[in-house]
């Protein structure tokens, strides 16, 4: 999302060498969405990805459909959502095109719209699959009973949802509780919260304990935010915003932490402003 015009405007050079030192790392996955930097980011990645010398199959790119948002390259007159069928084929026909790719390997709808149609996306989605052009289906900052809507018919992989440390009701909530028993799988976007984005008293409480965890476990304050969420059982899978290549390596250097069950609680307590419950 803040590779192109909403965030850092990276050339393609400059998209081409971040792909590939990703990838040297041991980061594969690539996260979109058609709207990324007013429907121009895609295209730009995929242009810096097709002068990589990456094997497609290496790699595996996620994206995202549905929000129709007013930009220069849609003058509409409002934001809306539009799950018709005519719209996903459309969407996903164009987001191939943009990454100069044959398939999607992850297709999510990007946020619930109170006008979905459970019957019209399974009937879209697997015409889809049937034609290879997604391979795997999920949703984004859906709830659990939009969840339930959408598996009345078809399976969904994956539930990409806002979680961290300073956000953590999907854990209380039972969200994540949710898909556990339902096989949906989590990503989470904003996986650091907002302790780099706020000064608040919160975030006080956290970096008090937080400077202590970073001294016992040798490791920086993002890292041991990240092994945090980690550590839940419901094998959360961060999805990292960060441009910057040493941020990428720190990031998955955060798999090796492993944290005591006592820590995780501290840092949940100070999170929480309370004692735990």
């Excluded at 094998?235 to 090796?256: N, Q, W």
Aim: hydrophobic content about 35%; charged content about 25%.
């Amino acid at each position: 999302m803040s590779w192109g015009d909403w965030g850092k405007k990276f050339s393609i050079p400059q998209m081409q060498e971040l792909i590939e030192k990703a990838v040297d790392i041991g980061i594969h996955t690539f996260d979109h969405a058609d709207i990324y930097g007013g429907y121009t980011t895609e295209k730009s990645f995929g242009e810096a990805f097709k002068k990589s010398s990456l094997a497609r199959e290496k790699v595996q790119f996620i994206t995202k459909c549905g929000i129709q948002i007013p930009c220069q390259a849609r003058p509409l007159e409002v934001k809306h959502y539009d799950y018709t069928a005519s719209h996903i084929q459309l969407s996903v026909d164009n987001s191939l095109k943009n990454l100069n790719t044959e398939y999607i390997d992850v297709l999510l709808l990007h946020r619930p719209s109170p006008l979905i149609d459970e019957n019209v996306i399974n009937e879209a989605i697997r015409k889809l699959q049937r034609e290879g052009k997604v391979k795997e289906f999920g949703v984004s900052n859906f709830t659990p009973s939009q969840m339930d809507l959408i598996q009345q018919n078809i399976s969904l992989a994956w539930n990409q949802i806002e979680c961290s440390l300073t956000h953590e009701t999907p854990m209380f909530d039972g969200t994540l509780n949710h898909m556990k028993i339902n096989g949906v799988g989590t990503m989470a976007w904003s996986p650091l919260g907002t302790y780099f984005k706020e000064n608040s008293s919160q975030k006080k409480r956290i970096k008090k304990i937080l400077l202590q965890l970073c001294e016992k476990y040798n490791s920086s304050e993002d890292q041991i935010l990240l092994a945090w969420l980690l550590f839940h059982p419901s094998k959360i899978y961060p999805v990292v915003g960060t441009t910057s290549l040493k941020r990428l390596k720190r990031a998955f250097e955060a798999i090796k932490i492993k944290l005591e069950i006592s820590d995780w609680f501290l840092l949940l307590e100070a999170s929480m402003g309370k004692p735990i419950p």
